[in-house]
C-alpha cells in the first residue's frame, strides 16, 4: 500500500475529518491518489482501493469478500463493531467503533471508518501502543454489543499485527 501516504497527518485529518475543511480536503486528495498498481480490469488503483482490499484481509474473512476484492459498505458496518482495542473486555472505550464516533456506518463514510483503521494500524496511536505497550486491535465476535456476559466470555479473538 501506498505506505508514504498513510502517515501520521492522513490519521489526524480522519480523526479531525468532522472539524475542518483542511482535514477533509487532506483525506480525499490522499484516498483519491493513485498508487501505480493497476487492478485485476486494468483500472489504475486508488489508495481508497487499497485500503478497502486491506481492510477486506484483515477484518472480513467471514462476510464473503473473496481475496482481492475491496469490503463494501455492508462488510464494514457489519465488521466494526468486532474491533476492540486491547483486549476484549466491558469497556466501551475499548470498542473501536464506538472510541472514534461512528454510530453510523454507511454508503457516506464506510470508506472512512476503513482508511482510519488502516492509518492507525499504520502510523497512529494504535500502532504506538502495540510497538510501546503491546496493545493489539483484536477481532471478536459478531455484535459484541448484543453478547450476554457468559458470550462475551466465551468468544473466539484473533489479533491483528501491524507487520
Keep these: 500500500m501506498s505506505d508514504s501516504l498513510i502517515n501520521r497527518d492522513f490519521y489526524e485529518a480522519i480523526v479531525r ?13 490522499i484516498m483519491d491518489s493513485l498508487t501505480g498498481k493497476k487492478d485485476a480490469e ?7 482501493d487499497r485500503i478497502l482490499k486491506a481492510y477486506a484481509v484483515l477484518f ?5 469478500v473473496l481475496p482481492g476484492q475491496k469490503a463494501d459498505a455492508d462488510d464494514v458496518a457489519g ?30 463514510n464506510y470508506d472512512r471508518f476503513a482508511a482510519l483503521v488502516i492509518a492507525d494500524l499504520n502510523a497512529g496511536p494504535l500502532r504506538e501502543a502495540a510497538v510501546n ?21 466465551e468468544q473466539k479473538v484473533k489479533a491483528v499485527g501491524i507487520d
Design 17 to 29: 475529518f468532522d472539524e475542518d475543511e483542511k482535514s477533509q480536503e487532506y483525506y480525499y486528495k
Design 42 to 48: 486494468g483500472k489504475e488503483e486508488t489508495v481508497r
Design 60 to 64: 472480513c474473512e467471514d462476510t464473503g
Design 79 to 108: 465488521t466494526a463493531d468486532r474491533l476492540y482495542i486491547g483486549s476484549v473486555g466491558y469497556d466501551p472505550g475499548h470498542w473501536y467503533r464506538m472510541k472514534y464516533h461512528f454510530p453510523i456506518i454507511d454508503d457516506d
Design 133 to 153: 505497550d503491546g496493545d493489539t486491535l483484536v477481532v471478536g465476535e459478531a455484535d459484541p454489543l448484543h453478547m450476554t456476559r457468559k458470550d462475551r466470555m
